[in-house]
Protein backbone atom coordinates (compact mmCIF):
# COMPACT_ATOMS: atom_id res chain seq x y z
CA UNK A 1 0.00 0.00 0.00
CA UNK A 2 1.30 3.37 -1.14
CA UNK A 3 0.81 6.13 1.22
CA UNK A 4 1.36 9.85 0.22
CA UNK A 5 3.13 12.57 2.19
CA UNK A 6 4.56 15.70 1.69
CA UNK A 7 8.82 15.98 2.28
CA UNK A 8 11.79 17.24 1.55
CA UNK A 9 27.09 4.97 -5.76
CA UNK A 10 31.55 6.51 -6.46
CA UNK A 11 29.44 7.74 -8.92
CA UNK A 12 29.96 4.43 -10.85
CA UNK A 13 28.59 1.87 -8.42
CA UNK A 14 24.97 0.80 -8.76
CA UNK A 15 23.00 0.51 -5.33
CA UNK A 16 19.76 0.25 -6.25
CA UNK A 17 19.82 2.52 -9.21
CA UNK A 18 20.74 1.40 -12.71
CA UNK A 19 23.00 3.81 -14.25
CA UNK A 20 26.90 3.35 -14.53
CA UNK A 21 28.48 0.08 -13.70
CA UNK A 22 29.89 -2.64 -16.04
CA UNK A 23 30.06 -6.09 -15.25
CA UNK A 24 27.65 -6.01 -12.92
CA UNK A 25 26.57 -9.98 -13.57
CA UNK A 26 23.34 -11.13 -13.99
CA UNK A 27 22.46 -10.92 -9.65
CA UNK A 28 21.36 -6.99 -10.02
CA UNK A 29 19.59 -6.85 -13.44
CA UNK A 30 17.49 -9.89 -11.53
CA UNK A 31 16.85 -7.81 -8.35
CA UNK A 32 15.34 -4.95 -10.44
CA UNK A 33 13.27 -7.06 -12.31
CA UNK A 34 11.78 -8.65 -9.27
CA UNK A 35 11.81 -5.16 -7.78
CA UNK A 36 9.42 -3.88 -10.91
CA UNK A 37 6.72 -7.73 -10.37
CA UNK A 38 6.94 -7.33 -6.46
CA UNK A 39 5.78 -3.33 -6.36
CA UNK A 40 4.26 -3.29 -9.58
CA UNK A 41 1.74 -1.48 -7.85
CA UNK A 42 3.67 1.55 -6.81
CA UNK A 43 5.47 1.45 -10.77
CA UNK A 44 1.37 1.34 -12.06
CA UNK A 45 0.31 4.29 -10.36
CA UNK A 46 3.62 6.16 -10.83
CA UNK A 47 3.96 5.24 -14.34
CA UNK A 48 -0.35 6.11 -14.68
CA UNK A 49 0.94 9.93 -13.10
CA UNK A 50 3.56 10.18 -15.91
CA UNK A 51 1.44 9.73 -18.91
CA UNK A 52 -1.40 11.97 -17.37
CA UNK A 53 1.52 14.79 -17.99
CA UNK A 54 2.10 14.13 -21.55
CA UNK A 55 0.68 14.45 -25.15
CA UNK A 56 -1.46 11.37 -26.81
CA UNK A 57 1.53 10.35 -28.85
CA UNK A 58 5.14 11.20 -26.37
CA UNK A 59 8.71 10.84 -27.42
CA UNK A 60 10.30 9.93 -24.25
CA UNK A 61 13.77 9.25 -22.78
CA UNK A 62 14.70 6.83 -19.81
CA UNK A 63 18.45 8.17 -18.62
CA UNK A 64 20.36 4.97 -16.54
CA UNK A 65 17.33 3.10 -18.12
CA UNK A 66 18.61 -0.52 -16.70
CA UNK A 67 16.70 -3.70 -17.34
CA UNK A 68 13.97 -1.54 -18.42
CA UNK A 69 11.45 -1.90 -15.66
CA UNK A 70 9.97 1.85 -16.81
CA UNK A 71 10.46 1.71 -20.45
CA UNK A 72 8.71 -1.27 -20.77
CA UNK A 73 6.26 0.26 -18.21
CA UNK A 74 5.97 3.13 -20.05
CA UNK A 75 5.58 1.60 -23.51
CA UNK A 76 2.78 -0.69 -22.39
CA UNK A 77 1.00 2.66 -20.72
CA UNK A 78 1.00 4.77 -23.14
CA UNK A 79 0.77 2.69 -27.06
CA UNK A 80 1.21 5.58 -29.01
CA UNK A 81 4.71 6.44 -27.59
CA UNK A 82 8.53 6.82 -29.21
CA UNK A 83 11.16 5.49 -26.51
CA UNK A 84 14.78 5.78 -26.10
CA UNK A 85 16.09 3.80 -23.18
CA UNK A 86 19.86 5.34 -22.23
CA UNK A 87 23.01 3.64 -20.29
CA UNK A 88 26.10 3.05 -19.59
CA UNK A 89 26.30 -0.64 -19.33
CA UNK A 90 25.60 -2.66 -22.91
CA UNK A 91 24.69 -5.97 -21.05
CA UNK A 92 21.47 -3.84 -19.15
CA UNK A 93 20.84 -2.92 -22.42
CA UNK A 94 20.82 -6.22 -24.35
CA UNK A 95 18.96 -7.35 -21.28
CA UNK A 96 16.31 -4.24 -21.96
CA UNK A 97 16.02 -4.91 -26.29
CA UNK A 98 15.24 -8.21 -24.91
CA UNK A 99 12.49 -7.58 -23.11
CA UNK A 100 10.96 -4.62 -25.27
CA UNK A 101 11.02 -7.95 -28.18
CA UNK A 102 9.35 -10.23 -26.36
CA UNK A 103 6.74 -7.57 -25.11
CA UNK A 104 6.26 -6.21 -28.77
CA UNK A 105 7.79 -3.16 -28.23
CA UNK A 106 10.81 -3.73 -29.99
CA UNK A 107 9.57 -1.17 -32.80
CA UNK A 108 9.03 1.71 -30.63
CA UNK A 109 12.23 0.91 -27.87
CA UNK A 110 15.80 2.08 -29.41
CA UNK A 111 18.56 2.02 -26.64
CA UNK A 112 21.64 4.28 -26.62
CA UNK A 113 24.65 3.50 -24.94
CA UNK A 114 25.91 6.64 -23.36
CA UNK A 115 27.96 7.89 -19.90
CA UNK A 116 25.24 10.61 -18.20
CA UNK A 117 28.62 11.72 -17.03
CA UNK A 118 29.77 12.57 -19.96
CA UNK A 119 28.66 14.83 -23.26
CA UNK A 120 25.33 13.27 -24.29
CA UNK A 121 24.36 12.16 -27.86
CA UNK A 122 21.25 13.83 -29.38
CA UNK A 123 18.41 13.09 -27.58
CA UNK A 124 15.73 15.18 -28.10
CA UNK A 125 13.45 17.05 -28.81
CA UNK A 126 11.44 14.92 -25.85
CA UNK A 127 8.11 15.37 -24.27
CA UNK A 128 8.73 13.17 -20.92
CA UNK A 129 12.65 12.17 -19.69
CA UNK A 130 11.90 9.59 -17.21
CA UNK A 131 15.05 8.85 -14.23
CA UNK A 132 14.54 6.17 -11.89
CA UNK A 133 16.90 5.47 -9.24
CA UNK A 134 19.73 6.97 -11.33
CA UNK A 135 20.15 10.96 -10.48
CA UNK A 136 21.67 9.94 -7.13
CA UNK A 137 24.44 7.89 -9.12
CA UNK A 138 25.94 11.13 -11.45
CA UNK A 139 28.81 12.77 -10.97
CA UNK A 140 27.34 16.95 -11.39
CA UNK A 141 23.44 16.77 -10.93
CA UNK A 142 23.64 20.12 -11.42
CA UNK A 143 24.37 19.64 -15.44
CA UNK A 144 22.25 16.92 -16.06
CA UNK A 145 19.46 19.13 -14.87
CA UNK A 146 21.10 21.19 -17.44
CA UNK A 147 21.26 18.51 -19.63
CA UNK A 148 17.74 16.99 -19.37
CA UNK A 149 16.43 20.55 -19.65
CA UNK A 150 17.91 20.96 -22.80
CA UNK A 151 16.45 17.99 -24.17
CA UNK A 152 12.88 18.57 -23.45
CA UNK A 153 10.71 20.73 -25.46
CA UNK A 154 8.65 23.32 -23.85
CA UNK A 155 6.09 22.12 -21.21
CA UNK A 156 8.11 19.02 -21.39
CA UNK A 157 8.39 17.45 -18.13
CA UNK A 158 11.54 16.02 -16.02
CA UNK A 159 10.02 13.04 -13.71
CA UNK A 160 12.59 11.72 -11.02
CA UNK A 161 12.20 8.69 -8.86
CA UNK A 162 14.44 8.32 -6.14
CA UNK A 163 14.96 5.44 -3.44
CA UNK A 164 16.35 5.89 0.30
CA UNK A 165 18.20 2.29 0.01
CA UNK A 166 17.40 -1.61 -0.13
CA UNK A 167 13.76 -2.49 1.08
CA UNK A 168 13.75 -3.81 4.31
CA UNK A 169 12.31 -7.69 4.97
CA UNK A 170 12.72 -8.75 7.99
CA UNK A 171 10.50 -8.78 11.02
CA UNK A 172 11.78 -10.90 13.76
CA UNK A 173 14.53 -8.85 16.96
CA UNK A 174 17.60 -10.78 15.74
CA UNK A 175 16.58 -10.02 11.24
CA UNK A 176 15.42 -6.43 12.30
CA UNK A 177 18.70 -5.79 13.59
CA UNK A 178 21.52 -7.13 11.37
CA UNK A 179 19.24 -5.79 8.74
CA UNK A 180 19.45 -2.13 10.72
CA UNK A 181 23.26 -3.01 10.99
CA UNK A 182 23.57 -3.84 6.75
CA UNK A 183 21.30 -0.36 5.90
CA UNK A 184 23.79 1.73 7.93
CA UNK A 185 26.94 0.33 6.12
CA UNK A 186 25.64 0.51 2.72
CA UNK A 187 24.73 4.03 3.70
CA UNK A 188 28.17 4.74 4.53
CA UNK A 189 29.25 2.99 1.49
CA UNK A 190 27.23 5.41 -1.08
CA UNK A 191 28.19 8.41 1.19
CA UNK A 192 32.01 7.79 0.87
CA UNK A 193 31.36 6.31 -2.84
CA UNK A 194 30.12 10.46 -3.13
CA UNK A 195 26.41 9.46 -4.20
CA UNK A 196 23.64 11.95 -3.34
CA UNK A 197 20.95 10.13 -1.22
CA UNK A 198 18.36 12.17 0.28
CA UNK A 199 18.59 14.62 -1.96
CA UNK A 200 15.74 17.33 -2.57
CA UNK A 201 15.66 17.47 -5.92
CA UNK A 202 12.36 19.59 -6.22
CA UNK A 203 14.67 22.84 -4.87
CA UNK A 204 17.62 21.47 -7.67
CA UNK A 205 14.83 21.68 -9.98
CA UNK A 206 13.73 24.93 -9.53
CA UNK A 207 17.03 25.78 -9.44
CA UNK A 208 18.24 24.80 -13.14
CA UNK A 209 14.94 26.94 -14.23
CA UNK A 210 12.38 23.92 -14.12
CA UNK A 211 8.89 24.69 -12.66
CA UNK A 212 7.97 22.28 -9.44
CA UNK A 213 5.06 20.33 -10.68
CA UNK A 214 4.95 17.84 -8.37
CA UNK A 215 6.28 15.90 -5.33
CA UNK A 216 5.33 12.29 -3.25
CA UNK A 217 6.69 10.14 -1.08
CA UNK A 218 5.74 6.61 -1.46
CA UNK A 219 5.74 4.41 1.72
CA UNK A 220 5.34 0.93 0.64
CA UNK A 221 4.44 -2.18 2.95
CA UNK A 222 3.74 -5.61 1.94
CA UNK A 223 2.79 -7.83 5.11
CA UNK A 224 3.25 -11.16 5.14
CA UNK A 225 3.32 -14.59 4.03
CA UNK A 226 4.98 -13.21 1.12
CA UNK A 227 4.00 -14.76 -2.69
CA UNK A 228 6.49 -16.47 -4.21
CA UNK A 229 8.17 -13.69 -6.15
CA UNK A 230 8.19 -11.66 -3.37
CA UNK A 231 10.21 -14.11 -1.22
CA UNK A 232 12.70 -14.26 -4.16
CA UNK A 233 13.05 -10.07 -4.39
CA UNK A 234 14.21 -10.69 -0.38
CA UNK A 235 16.38 -13.43 -0.95
CA UNK A 236 18.38 -11.89 -4.09
CA UNK A 237 18.08 -8.52 -1.98
CA UNK A 238 19.63 -9.48 1.14
CA UNK A 239 21.64 -11.79 -0.51
CA UNK A 240 23.09 -9.15 -2.90
CA UNK A 241 23.43 -6.84 0.71
CA UNK A 242 25.86 -9.83 2.02
CA UNK A 243 27.96 -9.85 -0.97
CA UNK A 244 28.79 -6.34 -0.79
CA UNK A 245 29.18 -5.79 2.75
CA UNK A 246 32.02 -8.46 3.42
CA UNK A 247 34.89 -7.30 5.49
CA UNK A 248 32.18 -4.51 6.87
CA UNK A 249 29.99 -6.43 9.06
CA UNK A 250 31.26 -8.67 12.00
CA UNK A 251 31.73 -12.08 11.16
CA UNK A 252 28.75 -13.15 12.64
CA UNK A 253 26.59 -10.27 11.32
CA UNK A 254 27.44 -11.40 8.19
CA UNK A 255 26.73 -15.42 8.08
CA UNK A 256 23.55 -14.10 10.18
CA UNK A 257 22.47 -11.92 7.16
CA UNK A 258 23.61 -14.68 5.13
CA UNK A 259 21.57 -17.50 6.53
CA UNK A 260 18.79 -15.16 6.33
CA UNK A 261 19.06 -14.99 2.36
CA UNK A 262 19.42 -18.72 1.87
CA UNK A 263 16.58 -19.95 4.03
CA UNK A 264 14.23 -16.51 2.77
CA UNK A 265 12.39 -19.69 1.34
CA UNK A 266 11.52 -21.41 4.62
CA UNK A 267 9.93 -18.34 5.82
CA UNK A 268 6.91 -17.49 6.66
CA UNK A 269 7.05 -14.18 8.50
CA UNK A 270 9.11 -11.86 5.73
CA UNK A 271 7.35 -8.34 4.76
CA UNK A 272 8.27 -5.98 2.01
CA UNK A 273 8.93 -2.26 3.29
CA UNK A 274 10.25 0.41 0.89
CA UNK A 275 10.22 4.00 0.58
CA UNK A 276 10.24 5.91 -2.90
CA UNK A 277 10.17 9.36 -3.34
CA UNK A 278 9.06 11.29 -6.63
CA UNK A 279 9.65 14.71 -7.89
CA UNK A 280 8.38 16.42 -11.40
CA UNK A 281 9.75 19.23 -13.17
CA UNK A 282 8.30 21.43 -15.88
CA UNK A 283 10.44 23.12 -18.32
CA UNK A 284 8.61 26.75 -18.94
Same mark, same amino acid.
Not at 102 to 122: M, Q, Y
Given at each position: MAHEHGHQHGHHQHGHGHQQQQGHGDGLAQMLDLDAEVLRDYYREVIGWAGSLVPATPRIVDLGAGTGTGTIALARHLPAATLTAVDMDEEMLAHLRRRAD???? +? %??????????? +? %????LGPADLVWASASMHHLADPARTLGQVFEVLRPGGVFMITEIDGFPRFLTDPAGVAVEQRAHDELARMRLEGGLHMGVDWGARLTAAGFTLAGERQFDIELAGPLDATAVRYAQVTLGRSAERLAGRLTADELAALTAYAENAADRDDLAVRATRYVWIGRRP
Open positions: EAGF +G %DRISTVRADLD +G %DWPA
